[in-house]
C-alpha cells in the first residue's frame, strides 16, 4: 500500500516510522532538535508552511496535508 504525502510523492506504508503534527514538531525541545539536525535532508513538499513530518526509513517529508488526513488514508 503507499501514501500520497504531497504533490505527487507516495511512500510505501511498510517504509513509514512516523507521521507527526506540526504542533508536536513545535512543542518538544527534543523534537525541534532532530528537526534542526535534518532539516537540510528533508523534502518539503509544502508550498508554503508545512503540517506534518513524515518520517521514511529513508527520507523525511514536510506534507501539505495534516497528521489527521494522513493517517486517516492509512487506514
Known amino acids: ?3 500520497h504525502v504531497g504533490e505527487d510523492v507516495m511512500v510505501r506504508a511498510d517504509e513509514i516510522i512516523a507521521i507527526i503534527d506540526k504542533g ?4 518538544s525541545v527534543i523534537m525541534q532538535e532532530f528537526f534542526q539536525s535534518k532539516k537540510k535532508g ?5 508550498k508554503g508552511k508545512f503540517k506534518s513530518l513524515v518520517i521514511t526509513d529513508h527520507q523525511h517529508y514536510l506534507s501539505p496535508l495534516s497528521s489527521s488526513t494522513l493517517l486517516k488514508r492509512l487506514n
Do not use: A, G, R, T
Open 42 to 46: 528533508m523534502i518539503n513538499l509544502s
Open 1 to 3: 500500500m503507499y501514501l
Open 24 to 27: 508536536s514538531v513545535n512543542q
